[in-house]
């Protein structure tokens, strides 16, 4: 069982819906949690940084940690064509904090 | 704005091969860090280093070498090329253990 499960999709959702995009894990250690976002053909780059549970809002973008149930997720409001991209969940526990441990990654397409 | 490079977008070598992929940042980072991407696996950390000279393995190691003489460039080498090493390289930086990493563009690699 890998360490972070991350649905690799397509998802496919029409301009201006809500998407929900989720992670869960395994490690209970894990307390530093991101969410990267990476275009076609580019590198990832840092969408949302959480620490430990709660909520996190930028935006239209909102990143919510729920270590009791080890489910992260990352909400997009009123979401936008330039929104696709796939989308990758990253997290590490306080000791090994070099490693991030990545998700799949899950391609997301906003239809206008 | 962080700028991380990479020598090649696209390069094609044949088995056998020495392969060089370079990373070159431009932030004074203290950590620098090399990852394979590949459909389905999302990123695995190959090696990373936290000081000039330093390195340490990461998940996946296995026929891949890195240098580092210089705190802004972060060398990643495959000794002899194999098709099962055809991927996606992407390489990053961060200034502390925890901090953001920054990714750069990519090279994609093919071995024939």
């Known amino acids: 069982q890998k360490e972070v499960e991350q649905d690799p999709g397509p998802l496919s959702v029409p301009e201006g819906a809500i998407v929900s995009l989720n992670c869960t894990y395994s490690?209970?250690?894990?307390?530093?949690f991101m969410w990267y976002r990476q275009y076609s053909r580019k590198g990832p780059e840092l969408l949302m940084y959480?620490?430990?549970?709660g909520n996190k809002e930028d935006g239209r973008f909102t990143a919510q940690v729920d270590k009791s149930s080890k489910y992260i997720s990352l909400f997009i409001r009123d979401s936008q064509p330039s929104d696709s991209a796939t989308y990758l969940c990253a997290m590490t526990s306080f000791q090994g904090a070099q490693k991030l441990v990545f998700g799949q990654g899950t391609r997301l397409t906003i239809n206008p | 704005d962080v700028k991380v490079t990479q020598s090649s977008r696209y390069l094609v070598k044949r088995t056998g091969e020495k392969v060089f992929l370079e990373c070159v940042q431009d932030?004074?980072?203290?950590?620098m860090f090399w990852y394979r991407q590949d459909p389905g696996l999302g990123l695995r950390l190959i090696y990373f280093?936290?000081?000039?000279?330093?390195?340490e393995k990461g998940d996946i190691p296995e026929g891949y070498s890195v240098s580092r003489e210089k705190k802004e460039r972060f060398s990643l080498i495959l000794e002899s090329a194999s098709t099962n090493q055809t991927s996606m390289y992407l390489c990053?930086?961060?200034?502390?253990?925890?901090?953001?990493?920054?990714f750069g563009p990519g090279t994609r690699l093919t071995v024939l």
């Open positions: 959480t620490y430990s549970s």
């Open positions: 932030m004074d980072h203290e950590n």
């Open positions: 990053a930086s961060s200034l502390t253990l925890r901090g953001t990493q920054y």
């Open positions: 280093s936290y000081d000039v000279k330093m390195k």
């Open positions: 490690n209970s250690a894990f307390q530093y």
